[in-house]
């Protein structure tokens, strides 16, 4: 159970209000608050060696800041970034190019969330989203299909962390149930928001 915290304030996806949020982009130490990691060792240790999809990766600031501050601690890491914006020339030159890299790739997906994700079966251990879940789960429909997705896409060991995701708003039991994936919330205490981590 997450307990209640007075400056807690529930994550309300079917309202609108998040639409005129621009993409922030956060770095290593911001994304490991946002998926309440207690320091970006526990982070990286998370990440290092595995396959890893980051869903809505805006401007690649995490991956860069791996590549540029991180890269001996992530061992073998391969890391796939899936953002929609990369699909448009102008945002992928001014602000998402990265070093050729043998860790990292960008995807340019323009994810319409009702069809399937652009990987196959068991294509990673690890999934990871920040402030970009509530921009594409607005209704139980496409949680469902989200997680069916990142059901298929992922390996059994695996573990996913998506941020912010409320438990008050959604039938988390009865959707997840439908799938092979168990769940936990974790609560994100720096960064107040509540976590939700998938495995199976
Ligand atoms: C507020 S930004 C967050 C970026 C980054 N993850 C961070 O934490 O700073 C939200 C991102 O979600 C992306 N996004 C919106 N709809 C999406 C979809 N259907 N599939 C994947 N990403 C999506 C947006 O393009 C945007 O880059």
Redesign the pocket.
């Known amino acids: 159970m997450v307990e209640n915290q007075p400056n807690y304030t529930p994550f309300n996806p079917h309202e609108k209000k998040?639409d005129w949020?621009?993409?922030?982009?956060?770095d290593v130490e911001?994304?490991r608050k946002?998926l309440a990691f207690e320091s970006p060792e526990e982070f990286l240790s998370w990440i290092k060696d595995k396959r890893v999809l980051?869903?809505?990766?805006?401007?690649l600031?995490?991956e860069k800041d791996i590549l540029s501050s991180y890269v001996d601690k992530v061992g073998n890491l391969q890391m796939v970034a899936?953002?929609?914006?990369l699909s448009r020339k102008h945002h992928r030159e001014r602000h998402t190019a990265l070093p050729e890299n043998q860790h990292i790739s960008s995807v340019a997906?323009?994810?319409?969330?009702k069809l399937a994700l652009p990987f196959a079966d068991g294509s990673f251990d690890r999934i990871l989203?920040?402030?970009?879940?509530?921009?594409?789960v607005k209704n139980s429909e496409t949680l469902k299909n989200v997680l069916s997705e990142i059901d298929r896409i992922t390996t059994p060991g695996c573990e996913v962390r998506l941020s912010p995701v409320s438990r008050e708003f959604f039938d988390f039991d009865t959707i997840i149930g439908g799938t092979n994936l168990k769940y936990k919330f974790v609560r994100a205490h720096e960064s107040r928001v509540d976590v939700l981590v998938l495995y199976k």
């Open positions: 998040f949020i621009i993409c922030t982009d956060r911001s994304v946002n980051n869903m809505g990766a805006g401007m600031k995490l899936m953002e929609p914006k997906a323009v994810w319409d969330i989203s920040t402030w970009a879940f509530p921009y594409y």
